[in-house]
């Protein structure tokens, strides 16, 4: 657990570097909704949905995205297990493209594997993501042939310390925290290889033995692409989670 303190202080650290060289910071607040879907079909598949929806700016004014994601799972054992699929984004007219929204094709790639420290949890995941995101027009009137494209890396690494003594249980509490880094690379990124940063803590409530709600604070800042703009963003985050196991009980 000590080390992945220390990684906890490193993104911290990182954070602070960025920020002594900031020229141009931008607040902007944020409420992001999201319900995600993790289903075990048998000891070996399984499959990946979620939804989200987030607004635009003061909390509850316009939306800024929208977005499903969608994959199948490999489960190498209990603990550990792969997946791919395609994600779908929609951006809703903004700065940029204030008279049309935007749209993004993201084909993923993700290992994920869980540890337990007696009642305590960890789990961490490393994603990678290709994103192709439709050009715009230099006079933002619409669409341009082709689509701009990336690579991003993503390494989450999440705690969940229940509050009672009897660990995760149905209608119980914990403590959440989880941090998350992006890491951009490609021929088309030149100034940005550190897309953001996102540190979130919360309160999970365990709804019964596969469902759990969890509200929280996350703070995510980003650099964009010309290298010396940067936002600091502050989210109330609201996400609905569903682990189901539909294999037949021995």
Not at 70 to 81: A, F, M, N, P, Q
Not at 171 to 195: A, C, L, P, R
Request: charged share 20%; hydrophobic share 35%.
């Amino acid at each position: 657990m000590k080390n992945l303190l220390l990684l906890f202080c490193f993104f911290s650290f990182g954070k602070s570097y960025t920020k002594a060289q900031i020229k141009q910071t931008t607040q902007i607040n944020r409420v992001w909704l999201g319900f995600f879907n993790q289903t075990r079909l048998s000891d070996r598949w399984g499959i990946w949905a979620d939804a989200h929806l987030r607004t635009e700016k003061n909390f509850i004014e316009d939306f800024s995205q929208a977005f499903i994601r969608v994959g199948l799972t490999r489960y190498l054992d209990d603990h550990t297990k792969i997946t791919a699929g395609y994600a779908f984004v929609n951006e809703f007219p903004s700065e940029n493209h204030p008279s049309f929204s935007r749209y993004e094709h993201r084909p993923w790639q993700q290992i994920q594997w869980h540890t337990n420290y007696g009642k305590k949890k960890m789990m961490q995941w490393i994603r990678t993501e290709q994103r192709y995101r439709r050009k715009i027009l230099g006079d933002s009137s619409g669409f341009a042939p082709g689509y701009n494209f990336n690579h991003r890396i993503r390494y989450n690494i999440y705690f969940d310390v229940p509050l009672n003594k009897a660990g995760v249980v149905p209608k119980s509490f914990s403590w959440i925290i989880n941090n998350e880094v992006h890491i951009n690379f490609g021929k088309e990124i030149i100034n940005n290889y550190f897309d953001q940063n996102r540190f979130f803590t919360g309160i999970k409530y365990q709804i019964n033995t596969h469902d759990n709600l969890q509200l929280g604070y996350m703070n995510l800042f980003q650099q964009l692409p010309a290298g010396n703009k940067y936002r600091d963003f502050h989210v109330i985050r609201l996400f609905y989670f569903q682990n189901l196991d539909l294999r037949k009980k021995r």
